[in-house]
């Protein structure tokens, strides 16, 4: 079965949460090191490890897509900035 192309808003919500699990692992590490208690700790970490996969699930997504490549950034920030465009032509350029 073929895959379907994004629609702009799918594109975005995919981006976003790649964003926000990025951020949750920040989080989550810089938790661990504040955390006293061995239990907590472990929990902590645990949960740290389940971003990290999730984060590597999504942006497989995105890559798999050719939505979304870090290793190439003059390339991405072309397609971002075409991105852009196509969301303001679908808005009538309104933000």
Known sequence: MK???LSVADR???T???FKTKASIKDLSAAITETTT???HELLTDELHKAIQQHEKIYGFLQDRG????YRVPHQLEKDSSYIAEALEGTGGMQ
Do not use: V
């Not at 939505?67 to 870090?70: G, L, N, Q, T």
């Open 38 to 40: 061995g239990e907590l």
């Open 16 to 18: 976003d949460l790649l």
């Open 3 to 5: 895959e379907q192309p």
């Open 67 to 70: 939505i979304y490549d870090a």
């Open 12 to 14: 975005g919500i995919a």
